[in-house]
């Protein structure tokens, strides 16, 4: 294909893509106040975790709602997340999109390699925001108990949805980091000799990363996602050790394997290898030279 071509398939692709999120936006925005095939509406879902919260520290007691400070502030939070849920639910289409525009330029190989790190990449993300999903009532709960009798928490809409959508967000991409790990290693970037010395280093790390990553320095979220990136990492790291496991194998029955690249491939001179001996040089040979025919004789010339 030509840059036009491309160009133009580029065009096809973010049109088509453009379309997708548009359609899902407007789903997600029905279904934030509707319910949807029996399942619970996106309102009720992101209102659970602050209704979690005991009565008797909440403002208002009852009903359990949130607060509008500004004007218009509903409209955004249900346009925030309606794109939002609406970008999740057709996410195979703008995943394959993506996937037609990239494959043609890849090998077979490249094709399965990236087929599986796509469909692992979406696994560990939905797991995380699951996760996410489950500590944040108890996040709030311990956070709210430390006013006490003192005080009554009545949050905003905008710094609580805030609050839940970064949490989401915030676990789903760090559960990347094991297949990162696993990626690098696959190119030899980095090898498993290397990440069990710094073990303990990249332990330390994770645990740092939850503390500072975590918004509203939740101690349940932090203590949640640093055990839960460590036990990751462990699983990383044997597959790791599979990996250059396997890879030393193939290498140790490589017949040059013990040679370093810059390093001449020695010689077979074994008893297969047959010596022939060189050609003997060929004697040069000068032309003969050769009289020329004497002209024929007759009588008279013998007369004379």
Known sequence: MTLLEHL????????????????????????????????????????????????????????CVLIQQQPFEAFMIQLKVGLGAGAALVSPVWLYQIWAFITPGLYAKERKFARIFVFSASFLFIVGTALAYLVIPAGLSVLVSFAGSFYLTALTGASYVSFVLTMLIVFGVSFEMPLVVVMLNRIGVLTYAKLSKWRRGIIFALFVFAAVATPGTDPVGMVVLALALTVLFEFALQICRVHDKRKAKRDESSQWAHLSPDEAAPLDLGPAAVETPAPAPVASVEPRRTEPPEPPRNRYDDAT
Not at 29 to 35: A, D, E, L, N, P
Request: charged letters at 15%; aromatic letters at 10%; one cysteine or more.
């Open 8 to 63: 133009y398939e580029l065009r096809h692709r973010v049109a088509v893509i453009s379309l997708a999120l548009t359609v899902g936006g407007i789903i997600g925005w029905i279904w934030f106040t509707t319910r949807i095939a029996g399942l619970p509406t996106l309102e009720s879902l992101l209102r659970d975790p602050y209704c979690s919260i005991p009565a008797e520290q909440r403002f208002p007691s009852t009903p």
